[in-house]
């Protein structure tokens, strides 16, 4: 906690950016393990890697070359990994690891002329593959060779995450030989449970459109979306089929009544531009390799966790390979780099999307917070302030602003920013409490405290069980030795939505010291000090509370305690005075 502006101060979070976890909704999905796929990662096993047999793997370049590649693949370098995999594998290209490496790799770095290639010598060798098969049949489809992507997914296996994939683009396929009856039949097979019952009607739809059966179109959008899953792809493809449709007056409440979700938002606003424009869209899924495409974004958006974040890449990759104008699965792509910190591969990535579709602003301001997170601040704040000037009104411009001057400690400039966000509110709603949080902590750290005050308990009207913003202003208060009553309570309010923040449980014992209660103070502090036993201002507040406990020993240790670890400039002088002296009148004690 320490003072204002100490080192235990709640950080702000990173609250506001274009919510992609929305996005994901579009297929929730089975419960999915990357043991259903466990061949998909090259660097499994080393059974057959360069120089195992015992030969002088010093000497060995082709070593080199394989061991870069798997340093590259445990950093996520898919493009490096990539291009280490070819190069050893020419050299040993007999090797089964390497040949899986290169073309996992391969595959989810783009290029998919060479991972083509390699699933081909891949089922030479394991017929059912179900990686290299399923790259194959997509390799059909993108050209047109239905009979040849259905060959593939046959002679594939399956598992029962595999096997929802082929299943769709199975369907797909067959679809675009014409045969809608077998592509109906096909999709009946996906199981009727969670996101996948959504899915399959989604898609089940799209087919019914595709084969102009409009009015079992129209119902099967109807049952998915009743299906609870409002994705932007499911909204906007439902949207277009009734404005195609002439229904412009069911296209318009469809599109009012998601345009509140912000990541319909864009989809929405298109729509209604479109109908108020009188301009007949084209369908949004119009081929069979589109729809393919959509199959295999709605799975790779599924794999949201940290170790499917490879495969991901490759499901959103072969995604774009059918579908190079799938803005949306370019969009998840870049947030699956983010997720592994590939900055630059997620700015390339927003960068490629189309600057005149719905959602080039939310990437335009997300490359730009990247930058940030590259410490390339200069550049994002020029970026972000020429989006400012394009587009006044978009709140997430200059709440990204506000974020990257708070990363830099320019809190003036920061609440500057967040203030301009505020002013785009109209109206004013509970969801917006994080906005007036930030400004506050900006205010509170550029010395506006009644401009910050003012807003943490705006920001606690609108949404009263944050405990962040009640420790905040709690702690503030006490800090400052006013409305102790009324600040402990906040701050007990605090500890019960979160008990188990050591912050939030140093602020109310630092309020107990601070009216006096000692023995209270010592058990809550000793309490902090075992939730966070690092921080140097928690282990200064305890050894003050032992102090005045009378444990002048105990107290001593404490303080020596938090001399190491690290306390800024003004706290470490504190606690060195405080080890000469003891806590002295000027301290708030006597000796």
């Known amino acids: 906690m320490g003072d204002t502006g100490g080192r235990g101060r709640p950080e702000l979070p990173q609250h506001v950016r274009f919510p992609l976890t929305s996005i994901r909704s579009v297929a929730l999905l089975m419960a999915l393990s990357l043991a259903a796929c466990a061949h998909f990662n090259p660097a499994a096993g080393q059974a057959n890697a360069p120089g195992a047999s015992g030969s002088d793997t010093a000497a060995d370049p082709n070593y080199g070359a394989y061991m870069g590649a798997r340093y590259a693949a445990s950093r996520h370098d898919i493009v490096k ?18 040949l899986n490496g290169a073309f996992f790799y391969a595959a989810a770095a783009g290029d998919m002329d060479t991972a083509e290639d390699l699933a081909q010598r891949l089922v030479k060798t394991e017929a059912d593959g179900r990686a290299p098969r399923l790259v194959l049949a997509v390799a059909a489809l993108k050209k047109g060779d239905f009979a040849a992507a259905r060959m593939n997914i046959a002679q594939s296996a399956r598992g029962p995450f595999t096997g929802l994939t082929l299943t769709l683009l199975d369907a797909w396929a067959a679809q675009g030989t014409g045969d ?28 019914l459109e595709m084969a102009g059966r409009d009015k079992e179109a129209d119902a099967a959008y109807q049952l998915a979306l009743g299906q609870g899953n409002s994705s932007p792809r499911l909204v906007e493809a439902y949207g277009r089929f009734l404005e195609r ?55 790779g958006t599924s794999l949201s966790d ?68 590259l410490k390339r601040y200069d550049e994002a704040v020029s970026e972000l302030q020429d989006l400012g000037k394009q587009w006044p009104d978009h709140i997430a411009v200059w709440t990204a602003l506000g974020d990257i001057y708070r990363d830099q400690e320019k809190y003036t400039e920061a609440a500057d920013a967040y203030d301009k966000a505020i002013k785009t509110l109209n109206p004013v709603a509970d969801k917006d409490w994080p906005l007036f949080y930030a400004r506050a902590v900006s205010e509170e750290r550029s010395k506006q405290w009644p401009d910050a ?38 701050l007990e309010k605090a500890r019960t939505l979160s008990p188990y923040d050591g912050y939030i449980v140093d602020s109310v014992g630092w309020a107990y010291y601070r009216l006096g209660r000692y023995d209270q103070a010592v058990t809550t502090l000793e309490n902090a000090v075992q939730l966070v036993p690092g921080d140097a201002t928690i282990n200064d507040h305890l050894g003050d509370a032992y102090w005045k406990a009378g444990r002048k020993l105990e107290a001593r240790y404490q303080w020596a305690n938090a001399l190491a670890f690290e306390p800024d400039a003004k706290e470490k002088a504190g606690l060195e005075a405080k080890l000469k002296n003891g806590l002295t009148l000027a301290d708030g004690g006597a000796d």
Not at 189 to 205: E, H, I
Not at 256 to 263: D, W
């Open 245 to 299: 449709a002439k229904r412009d007056d069911d296209a318009r409440a469809l599109y009012n009544r998601f345009a509140s979700q912000e990541s319909l938002q864009p989809v929405c606003e298109a729509g209604l531009a479109r109908i108020a424009a009188g301009t007949v869209p084209d369908p949004l899924i119009a081929t069979a390799q589109q729809g393919a495409a959509e199959a295999l974004f709605g799975i």
């Open 306 to 373: 940290q170790s499917s974040s490879d495969i991901a890449v490759l499901y959103l990759q072969l995604a774009l390979n059918l579908d190079p104008h799938h803005d949306l699965a370019r969009l998840v792509l870049a947030d699956r780099y983010e997720n592994l910190q590939k900055y630059e591969d997620a700015i390339a990535t927003y960068r490629a999307m189309d600057q005149d579709g719905p959602y080039w602003p939310a990437a335009a301001v997300q490359a730009a917070v990247d930058l940030g997170k």
């Open 81 to 98: 990994a990539s291009e280490l995999y070819q190069e050893a594998l020419k050299s040993d290209p007999d090797n089964d690891e390497l």
């Open 453 to 490: 005050e003012r807003d943490l308990l705006q920001a606690l009207k609108l949404s009263p069980d944050q405990p962040e913003v009640l420790n905040y202003l709690g702690y503030s208060w006490v800090d400052q030795g006013k409305n102790l009553p009324q600040a402990l309570a906040m």
């Open 180 to 207: 809608t009856a077998l592509a109906l039949k096909e999709l009946n097979d996906v199981p009727d449970q969670g996101g996948t019952a959504t899915l399959a009607n989604y898609t089940r739809a799209l087919v």
